[in-house]
Nanobody
Framework: VQLQASGGGSVQAGGSLRLSCAASEFASHYYTTAWFRQAPGKEREAVSCINTDGDRIDHVDSVKGRFAMSREAANGTVYLQMNSLKLEDTALYFC???????????????????WGQGTLVTVSS
């Protein structure tokens, strides 16, 4: 499974970006999917995840109320809508997925089998 993450870019603080994570396999089978990020000099951290059925989403506390995650029913593409962006949101964002059914997604990297390349988000003042 090859995940393709896109949508990163440069934005001023307070702005918005929408990241996408696509894979050809998403069209035929829903995967539990998550977004992670890694800022310069910091460890990778989980951001948001969506369960297999797409009806449960979880976010790390630092993005709650600002980020939203969703899945497009037609092709399974997963989105991360990021609003009210802050300087500390600057990072390389990765999407990750795993095929096993999960009623509840996990904000743990070890849970995920497939990883995409990163897409860079830069927030400036």
């Amino acid at each position: 499974v090859q995940l393709q993450a896109s949508g990163g870019g440069s934005v001023q603080a307070g702005g918005s970006l929408r990241l996408s994570c696509a894979a050809s396999e998403f069209a035929s089978h829903y995967y539990t999917t998550a977004w992670f990020r890694q800022a310069p000099g910091k460890e990778r951290e989980a951001v948001s995840c969506i369960n297999t059925d797409g009806d449960r989403i979880d976010h790390v506390d630092s993005v709650k109320g600002r980020f939203a995650m969703s899945r497009e029913a037609a092709n399974g593409t997963v989105y991360l809508q990021m609003n009210s962006l802050k300087l500390e949101d600057t990072a390389l964002y990765f999407c990750a997925a795993q095929r096993n059914y999960r009623e509840q997604c996990a904000l743990n990297a070890w849970e995920y089998t497939y990883w995409g390349q990163g897409t860079l988000v830069t927030v400036s003042s």
